[in-house]
């Protein structure tokens, strides 16, 4: 182990146990899939029975089971979803070795078939497979019929266009069914998809999609946010240049501009009506790559994660079919770009035949309560969001449940940082009382969910329902022994069939090995300090690789965001710990004001006052400054690492890839304070 794994965070003492702050009714436990799911695995697998009157025993046994017998876990999955098998597995797991673990060998299939069965049904053929939103918030519906002719016809076109097994279909598309179509297109002829958003810049999106080669690019002239028109005809010319392994371009004119010299029109493609336009779908070994997703790549280049059809097909049918509770009559919305691991994850959801609501505009726009309309309009009943637009709700005295009508969601999940007690409360209290509340940690990595959802369980204020099925999660601490009711490294120690199969472009798995695997050989260490209580459940305190470290004493930057952002002066904000030559430690915390507010000394002592009493005097920061706004990612985090580095002394090229970042010109305050400090 390295010095770096020497200590973990401070843990509070854990007060009596609190009621929870919601309880599902007996006849939605009698109703939930996964009820439904653990009756019948214990009849034909073996498996625990419920626990008739303790949900809580009978889901920890039920997952006992599904990590100890993974096997047959995972061959229960796919009896209970009726995963079509083209041709048959030799075993299970060939190999349960991480990384290099073997999923149903022999097997073959094709997602885009599963994802497209729905619409077989003659009873459902007429019904909603999508539903498109964007900020004039009119949903236009696309059929199940509608949607595999158009996957049918647009795969024919690739497979005209020399596209075959293996060959990677890029896509620079926001939030729209042309992007669904795509995706399923391309992986209904064995391709590799990937995509970025619009609002990425043409460094970021060569970042990407120059490491994979793609050989046709989907792309729009622009698209539309915060109520504006941004044209994107200049980048799309660039990426063009920059990309010689293109052979063909195809314009989507979602603003209506005609289509560059040489590229194809999407029209054109997706014309195809009839037997002509029926889906033909490439059978494919169960690890064939399905898609490339990349990690944030704040320091360097992504990293271009593949992970394979048959791992996402049964991961996201466990995740979305037992855990989301997610079938036909469900309407699924969660908000995020195609360049979010949650967009995919949103297509899924037609994996379960439920319909997917994909909204293309701003979250905020023309209000702060933009997705709860969209929600509204749209009927949804399962809706997904980040715990940042919660909490900017919340400050913004936002109240969806008094001003609409919600009354069909009956879930309402966020993921992308954890989800603060006060936001937990807000929705209890805001939207409604019998809600169902699941905040969910994952990751990219895994296009999934370590833990979050179970419909079965009660919800505590503050902490994730229970570890998901199959997911042999666990705390460890820095000599691999596990925690509970102590904070320690988030590590999974089986394998999981949507786990890479490796990193493009990584031909001996070395940059794989060493990015989840070199702390703890052969046991996945996710980068998160997590606490797994004694009833069952999980909580998130942030990531273990920008840990706060006051005399040795390791801390958790989400404990101190969370009691320093409920204070309503406080917009956002950022804190860092920065060791300095001569064994000095120095931990400032940056604040983004909300409209009016004044940082002087009167909310400066409120600030550390907060944190003395809601955590610790160690977590009290040793400087509080005011900036114009704090830097993020691309899909929303805050790049705690790239301004350590800034304010240890490193160069702004060298700290970040500018290409990964929302606003570069924020991580320019952080360049000049660290200079300001060593001339001082």
């Known amino acids: 182990m390295t010095d770096e794994h020497s200590a973990v965070p401070t843990a509070l003492e854990p007060p009596d146990r609190p009621e929870p702050l919601w309880r599902p009714a007996p006849d939605r436990i009698d109703a939930a899939r996964l009820t439904r799911f653990q009756a019948w695995a214990a009849g034909r697998f073996g498996a625990p029975a419920a626990v008739p009157g303790d949900p809580a025993a009978g889901y920890a046994a039920l997952h006992r089971w599904s990590v100890t017998e993974l096997p047959v876990f995972w061959q229960a999955v796919a009896e209970w979803f009726d995963v079509d098998f083209a041709t048959p597995y030799e075993t299970v797991l060939a190999d349960r070795a991480m990384p290099g673990a073997r999923w149903f060998p022999g097997a073959t299939l094709n997602y885009a078939e599963h994802a497209l069965r729905a619409g077989k049904d003659p009873a459902r053929a ?50 729209i069914p042309e992007a669904v179509v795509a995706l399923l297109a391309t992986a209904a002829v064995g391709g590799v998809w990937t995509s970025c958003a619009p609002d990425f810049g043409a ?3 060569l970042d990407r999609f120059r490491q994979v080669e793609p050989v046709v690019l989907f792309t729009v002239d622009g698209y539309r946010y915060g109520g504006k028109e941004h044209d994107r005809t200049e980048t799309v010319a660039e990426l063009r240049r920059e990309l010689p392994s293109l052979r063909a371009v195809v314009h989507i004119p979602l603003l209506g501009g005609p289509a560059p010299d040489g590229a194809l029109e999407w029209e054109g493609l997706t014309a195809a009506d009839g037997p002509s336009a029926e889906p033909v779908f490439e059978h494919v070994p169960f690890d064939h790559p399905l898609w490339v997703l990349y990690s944030s790549g704040t320091t360097g280049l992504p990293k271009a994660i593949v992970q394979s059809q048959g791992g996402i097909l049964l991961e996201h049918l466990k995740q979305l079919g037992l855990h989301c509770d997610l079938g036909p009559g469900d309407r699924f919305f969660w908000y995020t770009s195609t360049g979010w691991m949650m967009w995919n994850f949103l297509v899924s959801g037609l994996l379960t035949g439920a319909t997917v609501v994909l909204y293309d505009g701003s979250p905020g726009h023309p209000g702060t309560d933009a997705q709860w309309r969209v929600a509204e309009r749209t009927g949804t009943t399962l809706y997904g969001t980040s715990a940042a637009y919660v909490m900017a ?19 309402v999940a966020t993921t992308g940082s954890p989800l603060p007690p006060d936001g937990f409360r807000w929705i209890h209290d805001e939207i409604a009382e019998d809600m169902w509340i699941a905040s969910v940690s994952g990751g990219t990595d895994v296009c999934s ?10 919800v505590y204020t503050g902490e994730l329902q229970a570890p998901c099925l199959g997911t042999d999660l666990q705390s460890w601490d820095p000599h691999g022994r596990p925690l509970v009711d102590e904070v320690g490294e988030l590590v999974v120690t089986n394998p999981m069939p949507s786990m890479p199969v490796g990193f493009w472009n990584d031909p001996d798995g070395s940059r794989y090995h060493d990015s989840y695997f070199d702390t703890y050989p052969g046991v996945w260490r996710h980068g998160d300090w997590t606490t797994l209580t004694s009833h069952g459940t999980v909580v998130i305190h942030g990531r273990s690789d920008s840990t706060l470290n006051r005399q040795g004493v390791r801390m958790g930057s989400a404990d101190i965001y969370e009691v320093v952002e409920r204070l309503p002066e406080i917009r956002e904000s950022l804190v860092i710990g920065v060791e300095q030559a001569g064994g000095g430690y120095w931990m400032p915390l940056f604040v983004q004001l909300a409209g009016g507010a004044v940082l002087d000394d009167g909310l400066r002592d409120r600030v550390r006052r907060t944190i003395r009493e809601h955590l610790s005097p160690r977590h009290v920061p040793d400087e509080i400054i005011e900036v114009r706004g704090i830097p993020h990612t691309l899909t929303g985090k805050r790049l705690e690492v790239p301004v350590k580095r800034l304010l240890q002394g490193t160069e702004l090229d060298r700290a970040v890839n500018p290409g990964s970042v929302d606003d570069v010109e924020l991580l320019r305050f952080y360049e000049r304070l660290a200079r300001e400090r060593r001339t001082v």
Not at 141 to 153: A, N
Not at 393 to 411: I, T
Request: overall charge positive; charged content about 25%; proline content about 9%.
């Open 126 to 175: 007429g019904d909603t497979a999508l539903l498109y939103v964007d900020e004039t918030q009119e949903p236009v519906p696309v059929t199940w019929t509608e949607l595999r002719r158009q996957v049918g016809s647009l795969a024919a076109g690739l497979r005209r266009l020399g596209v075959r097994p293996g060959d990677r279909v890029s896509g620079y598309l926001p939030n």
């Open 449 to 458: 969910c370590f833990a979050g959802a179970v419909p079965t369980l009660p």
């Open 203 to 205: 460094r970021g999106v």
């Open 393 to 411: 709700c919340r400050k913004a005295g936002v109240h969806p449940g008094r001003d609409l009508d919600l009354s069909r969601v009956r879930c």
